[in-house]
T-cell receptor, first 114, second 111 residues
Framework: DAGVIQSPRHEVTEMGQEVTLRCKPI?????LFWYRQTMMRGLELLIY????????DSGMPEDRFSAKMPNASFSTLKIQPSEPRDSAVYFC????????????FGPGTRLTVT | GQQLNQSPQSMFIQEGEDVSMNCTSS?????WLWYKQDPGEGPVLLIA?????ELTSNGRLTAQFGITRKDSFLNISASIPSDVGIYFC???????????FGTGTRLKVLA
């Protein structure tokens, strides 16, 4: 069974450009999480979806960040406009029990904003 | 954001040695998860713990859910070079889906 799939694996963009990160959760999982990982702050939860509905977006750093989950098998995280401080690794994770059990992570997208 | 404290932060060990690391929190957890992250990859789930006092093994790995519910331990027996990586503990704050991740223990194994 395929794990969480993320694309692209690497993204290099210039400041001010729009960036879209994609995630396909594990089939059958009903909760999806977006995280950001940096050396300084570790893993931070950005937003949590349950049954395609955003439940908590309090971790989204600012209005430049937005996330959608149009169906159970696809989610996007968009940054517009991007800034150098957004450079990080962005992970998507999914779980099948309303978020209270094991989370399975994707391979991540390494974003570099120059 | 809030984080769990892991110790040690990093360790060098010889191949074949046993490794112990722990994770502590100021608040109670009802689930503890242990992950390993290799460079350039996402965290991979190793062991999940759901009851205070629970001891669970996965091959050479053994993890325990502390009785106080504020700590957890991970042991690796007979380490091998592929054990190199960063080990994270994680758990949801009580009754929520919000997972807090530890600061990580970086393990380096000398062949």
């Amino acid at each position: 069974d395929a794990g969480v799939i993320q694309s692209p694996r690497h993204e290099v963009t210039e400041m001010g450009q729009e960036v879209t990160l994609r995630c396909k959760p594990i089939s059958g999982h009903n909760s999806l999480f977006w995280y950001r990982q940096t050396m300084m702050r570790g893993l931070e939860l950005l937003i949590y979806f349950n049954n395609n509905v955003p439940i908590d977006d309090s971790g989204m750093p600012e209005d430049r960040f937005s996330a959608k989950m149009p169906n159970a098998s696809f989610s996007t995280l968009k940054i517009q406009p991007s800034e150098p401080r957004d450079s990080a690794v962005y992970f998507c994770a999914s779980t099948g029990d309303g978020g209270l059990r094991e989370q399975y992570f994707g391979p991540g997208t390494r974003l570099t904003v120059t | 954001g809030q984080q769990l404290n892991q110790s040690p932060q990093s360790m060098f060990i010889q191949e074949g040695e046993d490794v112990s690391m722990n994770c502590t929190s100021s608040s109670i957890f009802n689930t503890w998860l242990w992950y390993k992250q290799d460079p350039g990859e996402g965290p991979v789930l190793l062991i999940a713990l759901y009851k205070a006092g629970e001891l669970t093994s996965n091959g050479r790995l053994t993890a325990q859910f502390g009785i106080t519910r504020k700590d957890s331990f991970l042991n690796i027996s007979a380490s091998i070079p592929s054990d190199v990586g960063i080990y994270f503990c994680a758990g949801p704050t009580s009754g929520t889906y919000k997972y807090i991740f530890g600061t990580g223990t970086r393990l380096k194994v000398l062949a």
